[in-house]
């Protein structure tokens, strides 16, 4: 198998306090570019995904969605093409 092609895991399924260990497969080279891009940031690889996760979440859905909504208080800025 070429090497772009192997997965690599990481990660468990162990909850550690309120936050929870997920499994997730990725090649070696997306794995290297978060590694990369977390050095960069001054985040941990963990921390850069959950970063990056919440970062498009919310410009995505700017006034959350069903399951999640903002934070009590939090500055809501619409779309114009949104109602």
Known sequence: MPAQARSVKSG?????GNKMVRTFTATR????MLASIA???????????TWLVR??????FPAGNR?????RGARIVRRPHER
Request: charged share 25%; proline share 3%.
């Open 67 to 71: 399951m999640v909504r903002p934070d």
């Open 12 to 16: 468990g399924a162990a909850a550690t």
């Open 55 to 60: 970062k498009e979440f919310w410009r995505v």
């Open 39 to 49: 050095r960069y940031h001054g985040f941990s690889k963990s921390g850069t995904l």
């Open 29 to 32: 080279q997306d794995v290297a």
